[in-house]
């Protein structure tokens, strides 16, 4: 069975490149274009790992790691921030809301990596 990533990002092009990376790496991936109602869609499809946008207009991927992680039914999900922000503060994010790790966009290698890690692949 493979394991279930949901990527969750504004940005059309970067959603769907990374759903292609991913697929390619052999995950069963759905993605999500906004943060409203994600959590609803993590209760229902029971992704392995959840991919967050740090910076989405309305609410960002950084507090939506607290609903998700505030809703007992997901509570136990991974969540990863994967964000152009800097590092540093990706780092101090995911440590902040309680996520499981982040990933730098653009780093492709790392992207499969981190994932591959995350989920014990």
Known sequence: MKKRV?????????L????????LSGYEVAV?????RTTEIVQTWKPDLVLLDVNMPGLAGDRLCGLV???GNSRNVLIM???????????????HF?????????????LRRKVAAALGC
């Not at 999500?32 to 409203?36: A, D, G, L």
């Open 69 to 71: 992680r505030a809703n």
């Open 81 to 95: 921030l994967h964000s152009s922000n800097d590092e540093e503060s990706l780092r101090e994010s995911a440590r």
């Open 6 to 14: 949901l990527v969750v990002d504004d940005d059309p092009k970067h």
């Open 32 to 36: 999500h274009n906004t943060p409203f």
């Open 98 to 110: 309680a996520a499981d790790g982040y990933i730098c966009k653009g780093d492709i290698a790392g």
């Open 16 to 23: 769907l490149t990374t759903r292609d990376l991913l697929e």
